[in-house]
DNA sequence: CGCCAGGTGCGAA
DNA sequence: TTCGCACCTGGC
């Protein structure tokens, strides 16, 4: 199918930027993404997106949600650019960046294994877990695995996970699959509560914490501060320690902080800065 | 070999 | 409160 575009979507940044840990570049530049419930396989020519997909069910509102084309980001850039006029080069560059919108179970599990490790181990995990754990779907010739429902993963033991590549976080993984966190419940807490509970669990801290809120919770006014940011801010602006980062940065762009931050890095990371 | 990667928990000061 | 260190795993 076909998906009319109304404004301006970087379906390359959006994907690989990283936000995205389990999809793959075809030959003919197309990519293909597992969601919870399907594989697609999507490609930007001109102003729209043509769409192939395992399960045809709903599929326009899925991709939709999924690449956060309902929200309003002219109105966001308006009012980034308001609060700093010095992003303007940025904001021009990253303007067709959309958050993703992840499913909340697999990327808290997905951040929680991130800590201290590599984008190509922490994909691998997840394939390794999908393998043994979650549905199998047949799409273009070809056999994906989709992320398996928390219930599904009730059946892990800790040498499970340990086996499926979690390293030395499958005890934490083990424990908050057999918690009684309520992945729901979130969507109801400010940013504040959320990060608070969240960050009760072990395995989670303030950097995986924030990356599970914006990724998955629309939470815009979360930042991950991780290397990366901590590099920058020393270089740019010489500042260190994480308390002193997330003031400067919540203070200088407010409550869209988090897209902000994933503007800077997008341009940096392309244009070499 | 040692070091590091989208950090975090833990014990010692 | 802050500080230093260990930590699965895999690539270099």
């Known amino acids: ?23 793959e570049i075809e030959e ?9 419930d399907r594989v697609i396989n999507v490609k930007k020519v001109n102003d729209e997106l043509i769409v192939k997909s395992s399960n045809d069910n709903n599929l326009e509102e899925v991709i939709k949600e999924y690449f956060d ?16 006029n010095d992003l303007k080069e940025v904001v021009d560059y990253s303007k067709g960046l959309k958050i993703i919108n992840e499913p909340k179970f697999e990327a808290i599990i997905s951040y929680m294994l991130s800590t201290n490790n590599s984008v190509p181990n922490i994909k691998s995990a997840l ?10 779907v047949l799409f273009e010739g070809k056999e994906y695995y989709l992320f398996p429902s928390r219930e599904s993963l009730m059946n892990a033991s800790t040498k499970d996970l340990r086996e499926v590549k979690c390293g030395f976080r499958d005890q934490y993984i083990y424990d908050l ?10 969507d109801n807490m400010t940013t504040k509560e959320a ?17 599970i809120l ?29 308390d002193k980062i997330n003031n400067f940065i919540y203070d200088r762009y407010g409550e869209y902080s988090g897209v902000i931050l994933q503007y800077i890095f997008n341009y940096n990371r392309n244009y070499g800065g």
């Open 127 to 136: 394939d390794h877990i999908s393998k043994r754990y979650g549905e199998k």
């Open 214 to 242: 914006l990724f998955s919770y629309k939470k815009r006014d979360v930042f991950p501060v991780d290397t990366w940011v901590k590099k920058y801010m020393k270089e740019k602006y010489n500042i260190e320690g994480i």
């Open 195 to 211: 990060l608070d509970y969240l960050t009760s669990y072990k395995g989670i801290g303030i950097k995986v914490a924030s990356c």
């Open 69 to 84: 084309l309902n929200e309003d980001y002219e109105s966001i850039n308006k009012e980034i650019l308001k609060k700093d």
């Open 28 to 36: 003919d530049n197309s990519y293909t993404v597992i969601l919870p």
């Open 1 to 23: 199918m076909t998906i009319k575009l109304n404004n301006y979507f970087d379906l390359d940044s959006t994907i690989t930027c990283g936000q995205i840990f389990r999809y």
């Open 177 to 186: 699959i057999h918690s009684k966190l309520d992945v729901d419940s979130i």
